[in-house]
């Protein structure tokens, strides 16, 4: 790994000149990117909600007969296969190849990838359109790399982070995409280099969709970029980073996970992106 160094509570390779953060967080309110999710039931309300506090622009399209159609409309693309059926696959599939198409940037969240043969196989073949971000838990990540080895139950993760880690590689490699495994602490991956964020709140994973919320967000990052394939990485960290300090922010005042929901949404929208490359907590390293 190259030299690193310490900037606004960020550790970055020295020889990478990155907008950080906050100036990512500011040119997504800057430009209100439209995402297009076509995501679970659960997580719909949730997830509008979030990326309106972020400052993005959500909409909520399934339907096989418009979902592609729709794809160069928006800014980026997210497919969640929390509700999968048969239809809504086929419209995930029909409008993952309309955003590379397209040239939009996509986020896919394989969600309980490992639980069904049914699952695991519709995760992996859209996995196979090279999605620019792949986002999940370790235990998700673990199936798709190791064919359903995984021992996670449902959306839940049973595995570590850590155990993810030369699975996400291997995934980044294999289709060009950036792998984000998200937990405790966060690691990231374009198969070269590997990323740590360590923000975030024990509360998160205890109030229903507010890791299918980060998909979108995640996408809403990328979609503002003016070029979010130069370097989907360093995006996509940004995204998580700026997630966990709301996270952080609201598990201050909450008493628990009802009143965290609220607390979340707030500090979303009160996140100043100068406050957040103060509160930050990146690492950048070795593979």
């Given at each position: 790994m190259s030299e690193s160094t310490t900037v606004s509570g960020m550790q970055t390779p020295a020889s990478a000149a990155l907008p950080t953060?906050?100036?990512?967080?500011?040119?997504?309110?800057?430009?209100?990117?439209?995402?297009?999710?076509?995501?679970?039931?659960?997580?719909?309300?949730?997830?509008?909600?979030?990326?309106?506090?972020?400052?993005?622009?959500?909409?909520?399209?399934?339907?096989?007969?418009e979902a592609a159609a729709f794809?160069?409309?928006?800014?980026?693309?997210?497919?969640?296969?929390?509700?999968?059926?048969?239809?809504?696959?086929?419209?995930?599939?029909?409008?993952?190849?309309?955003?590379?198409?397209?040239?939009?940037?996509?986020?896919?969240?394989?969600?309980?990838?490992?639980?069904?043969?049914f699952r695991l196989a519709a995760a992996q073949r859209l996995l196979?359109?090279?999605?620019?971000?792949?986002?999940?838990n370790a235990s998700e990540i673990i199936a798709l790399g190791m064919h359903g080895g995984a021992t996670g139950r449902g959306v839940d993760a049973a595995d570590g982070v850590a155990a993810a880690a030369a699975v996400a590689r291997e995934l980044a490699v294999t289709y060009g995409s950036v792998v984000a495994v998200t937990g405790p602490v966060d690691l990231l991956t374009d198969g070269v280099?590997?990323?740590?964020?360590?923000?975030?709140?024990?509360?998160?994973?205890q109030v229903t969709a507010l890791g299918c919320a980060l998909t979108g967000v995640v996408a809403a990052f990328l979609g503002s970029d003016p070029d979010?394939?130069?370097?989907?990485l360093a995006t996509a960290t940004a995204a998580l980073a700026c997630y966990g300090v709301a996270g952080?922010?609201?598990?201050?005042?909450?008493?628990?996970?009802?009143?965290?929901?609220v607390a979340f949404l707030d500090a979303l929208h009160g996140l100043a992106p100068a406050e957040v490359d103060a509160e930050v907590r990146i690492e950048w390293v070795d593979c």
């Open positions: 953060p906050g100036q990512r967080l500011a040119r997504l309110r800057e430009t209100v990117p439209l995402v297009h999710n076509i995501t679970n039931y659960v997580a719909m309300n949730t997830m509008a909600n979030v990326l309106l506090a972020m400052g993005a622009s959500p909409a909520m399209i399934h339907a096989r007969e794809v160069p409309v928006a800014a980026a693309l997210t497919i969640n296969i929390g509700t999968l059926s048969r239809e809504w696959l086929a419209a995930m599939v029909e409008a993952a190849v309309a955003a590379s198409a397209a040239g939009r940037p996509w986020v896919l969240d394989p969600v309980a990838a490992g639980v069904s043969s196979s359109l090279r999605p620019t971000v792949l986002r999940g280099r590997c990323v740590r964020v360590a923000n975030g709140h024990a509360l998160m994973p979010p394939a130069a370097d989907a952080e922010r609201a598990g201050a005042v909450a008493d628990g996970p009802g009143s965290f929901a």
